[in-house]
């Protein structure tokens, strides 16, 4: 009978991890996703300020909004990650001028509780055939002169 041979392939693939799923932090510069968010931004774009970025003073702060998005990939997986944020910038950018906000500061990586905060990088999810990004950011007034 051929299940033992078998059952000890699938044992194996269990023990090397061959089927579990892969949940790992792809860090990756901010400096392409700013380059394409330009090319769309246009004039009068609510400013981003990425981590600890020093920002004009703060009159009020209105909502910390948190957004998520996930994709496909199947070798791709840099550019599939910038693209996601991308939609996700945008998608802060788009919140923020429905609430009468200035600029989104403090943006950081989030993903399931965690953080990155980052002037320079973002954090995107890696699975065996999905990517995933959440991003956090505070919609604010500046104080005005």
Partial sequence: MKVVPALALVSALLVSGGVLAKNVAGIYPLQPVLFELS??????????YFGKQPTPDIAERLKVETVTLSGTH?????????????RLLT???QRARELGADAVVNIRSTYNGGGLSSETDFEC?????????E???ELVK???N
């Fill in 39 to 48: 090319k769309t931004a246009g004039e009068g774009a609510v400013p981003l």
């Fill in 74 to 86: 199947r070798d791709h997986q840099q550019e599939v990650c910038e693209k996601i944020a991308v």
């Fill in 91 to 93: 998608d802060l950018r």
């Fill in 125 to 133: 999810r890696l699975g065996n055939v999905k990517v995933a990004i």
């Fill in 135 to 137: 991003l956090s950011g």
């Fill in 142 to 144: 500046f104080k005005k």
